[in-house]
């Protein structure tokens, strides 16, 4: 009797659309079994027929007739045991996981990647990585009392170490202009360790194909996205362990494309893009700040407990950051309980419309800063800025700033200067963090080509133009004097 059922569907075999097959016992065949096997239709459809529309039959055929219910029973206990069992040839699924998409327009999406496979750093790596140089692009103090910021390369030639500390400064500039990390700039190191690849660049760039050996495997189209950049994180550990201490770390890659990925330990970034500093801030808000995300997607529902994260919840009038309820957010609005958050549109609410857990050209929500500014602050002992001698500089101004006050020197205006360097030095009130940066008029805004660093200093290299200091409260209020000599 099992003979009725074997003609089996294979590839190529096509297919009519699935449906419950009746018969007269009032059950039916699994749409799923229908859809694989379709000769099902045409067989039980028959032993259907005959059993409604019989035929002058004999004796011997009355009695065979008696079997069919048991016949159609035992077609459906098989049908069910083929919809349940998988196929003895069928390969396991892939595993995958969730990655964070940024696309050059600021918004975030998630997609789903298979899932990388992660294998220890050969003795080989390990022995490069003990051999690779650290820099200091940031010294502040002891490790043991200040949140070490690691920079690592990949992609980068023997030759080109100067071009990765120029990304990796520009990197970090971008960080140290955002808050929180502006208001703890001065308690912060910033090591940069010299990753050397055998070849320039990064697999997969301009075009997928591309192939280059490179110390950390770095590459785009991870998991068939293009700007997703990918690499070996075991080998980036090693390479970052080398620095005195290690609280974040952000690799960039020798590319000019845009792209970056988040990682548990780590944030990948284009190195040459000036956009991409901004997905390194916001995967910093994951790793540093346990900042959960703010975006969603459309149509989908969250169903699980309390989220641990402090910027979302189930609760829809918000009563996890009720302290902050109506307040000001520099995202602009106020503090509320959005719907949308944790990549859900429903079921759970997050604390203002749009910050930068939503959308990278955004700042943190208030929340999302009171968060980060405490998680940063925990690693820092002891800080606080030192007061330079501001005494050897020809050109001299003072001024008073309340807190998160901001000036313009000198005097308000601008000055032109002719290619060279600038130096400047600030010497802001005891207790207080003030920040001076130098600004250039590139013709149709003002941008920001250098910032002080825990010493109140600017040295700055570049072609004439207009310039103005722009000096900053971070914390505290007082007098400051700043003194600087142009070219």
């Known amino acids: 009797m099992l003979m009725l059922l074997a003609p089996l569907w294979v590839p190529g075999m096509p297919c009519r659309a699935a449906r419950p097959i009746p018969h007269p016992l009032g059950r039916a065949l699994p749409v799923e079994l229908t859809a694989q096997h379709p000769h099902l239709n045409r067989q039980v459809d028959a032993v259907a027929d005959r059993f409604t529309h019989p035929p002058a039959r004999s004796h011997k055929e009355t009695l065979m007739r008696r079997s069919v219910p048991a016949l159609l029973s035992a077609a459906a206990v098989l049908a069910a045991a083929l919809v349940a069992a998988p196929a003895a040839n069928a390969a396991p699924a892939t595993p995958s996981e969730w990655r964070e998409v940024f696309s050059p327009?600021?918004?975030?999406?998630?997609?789903?990647?298979?899932?990388?496979?992660?294998?220890?750093?050969?003795?080989?790596?390990?022995?490069?990585?003990?051999a690779a140089g650290v820099v200091a692009l940031q010294y502040t103090g002891p490790s043991s009392s200040r949140f070490d910021m690691v920079i690592i390369g990949d992609g980068y030639t023997a030759?080109?170490?100067g071009l990765l500390r120029q990304h990796a400064e520009a990197k970090w500039a971008e960080i140290a202009s955002t808050d929180p990390w502006h208001k703890h700039a001065g308690s912060i190191n910033v090591w940069l360790v010299n990753v050397v690849s055998n070849e320039s660049g990064v697999d997969n760039d301009p075009y997928q194909g591309v192939n280059r050996d490179t110390?950390?495997?770095?590459?785009?189209?991870?998991?068939?996205?293009?700007?997703?950049?990918?690499?070996?994180?075991?080998?980036?550990?090693?390479?970052?362990?080398?620095?005195?201490?290690?609280?974040?770390?952000?690799?960039?890659?020798?590319?000019?494309?845009?792209?970056?990925?988040?990682?548990?330990?780590?944030?990948?970034v284009s190195g040459g893009d000036p956009r991409s500093g901004r997905i390194a801030i916001h995967e910093l808000g994951h790793s540093v700040g346990?900042?959960?995300?703010?975006?969603?997607?459309?149509?989908?529902?969250?169903?699980?407990a309390e989220p641990?994260?402090?910027?979302?919840?189930?609760?829809?009038?918000?009563?996890?950051?009720?302290s902050y309820l109506g307040r000001p957010t520099p995202d602009g609005g106020v503090i509320g309980a959005y719907r949308g958050g944790h990549q859900y549109e429903y079921g759970i609410y997050r604390p203002s419309s749009d910050s930068l857990m939503r959308s990278l050209d955004k700042p943190f929500n208030l929340l999302g800063l009171?968060?980060?500014?405490?998680?940063?602050?925990?690693?820092?002992?002891?800080?606080?800025?030192?007061?330079?001698?501001?005494t050897v500089h020809t050109n001299t101004r003072t001024g008073s700033l309340t807190s998160g006050g901001i000036a313009y020197q000198p005097d308000g205006s601008s000055f032109y200067a002719r290619a060279g360097t600038h130096r400047a030095c600030l010497a802001a009130p005891a207790g207080a963090q003030f920040t001076l940066d130098l600004m250039t008029w590139n013709g149709s805004a003002w941008q920001t080509?250098?910032?002080?660093?825990?010493?109140?200093?600017?040295?700055?290299?570049?072609?004439?133009?207009y310039f103005t200091y722009r000096v900053r409260s971070i914390t505290g209020s007082g007098s400051y004097t700043l003194a600087y000599d142009t070219p």
């Open 159 to 161: 030759g080109e170490m």
């Open 449 to 465: 080509v250098a910032t002080s660093g825990a010493d109140g200093r600017i040295s700055y290299g570049g072609a004439d133009g």
């Open 105 to 130: 327009d600021g918004t975030i999406s998630k997609v789903r990647v298979p899932v990388e496979r992660k294998t220890a750093p050969e003795n080989q790596d390990l022995g490069a990585a003990a």
């Open 290 to 304: 346990g900042l959960a995300d703010e975006y969603y997607t459309p149509g989908t529902a969250y169903t699980g």
């Open 215 to 268: 110390a950390l495997d770095m590459y785009f189209f991870c998991g068939g996205v293009e700007r997703l950049l990918c690499l070996n994180e075991p080998k980036a550990q090693a390479y970052a362990a080398q620095a005195p201490g290690v609280d974040a770390i952000v690799a960039i890659g020798n590319t000019y494309k845009y792209g970056g990925a988040g990682y548990p330990s780590l944030s990948t």
């Open 308 to 322: 641990t994260e402090p910027n979302v919840t189930r609760d829809p009038g918000g009563a996890k950051w009720a």
């Open 370 to 390: 009171t968060v980060m500014d405490r998680a940063i602050g925990s690693r820092i002992s002891g800080g606080g800025t030192p007061t330079p001698d501001c």
